[in-house]
């Protein structure tokens, strides 16, 4: 069974930070773009940060740039989010996701692009 699991999540004052992990089991995700994406109570899931299969190339949403950075580590079938500087509006359950095709060398920005899907985890920035 594949799976990709978050952890990381909780609560912290406005300007701390946070780590979140995503790991895989069930198969490996070492060669497949990944991303992490975010919704908030009554809104669309949007996207955060994507980072290509060898992690050569990232992009963000202009909303965390310069705070946030996706990382990963395909020894450890693990994809990493650094969250900075939080905000109260960065206040939503956050996933990661995988894209299904291998050595792909572009960057996902559609969640209708990811084929594999974590079930998230709670990020609360109090003010």
């Known amino acids: 069974q594949v799976q990709l699991v978050e952890s990381g999540g909780g609560l912290v004052q406005a300007g701390g930070s946070l780590r979140l992990s995503c790991a895989a089991s069930?198969?490996?995700?070492?060669?497949?773009?990944m991303g992490w994406f975010r919704q908030a109570p009554g809104k669309e899931r949007e996207f955060v940060a994507a980072i290509r299969w060898d992690g050569d190339s990232t992009y963000y949403a202009d909303s965390v740039k310069g705070r946030f950075t996706i990382s990963r580590d395909n020894a450890k079938n693990t994809v990493y989010l650094q969250m900075n500087s939080l905000k109260p509006e960065d206040t939503a359950v956050y996933y990661c996701a995988a894209v299904s095709t291998s050595y792909s060398t572009s960057i996902y920005l559609s969640p209708a692009e990811y084929d594999y899907w974590g079930q998230g985890t709670q990020v609360t920035v109090s003010s």
């Open positions: 069930g198969r490996t995700f070492s060669r497949n773009p």
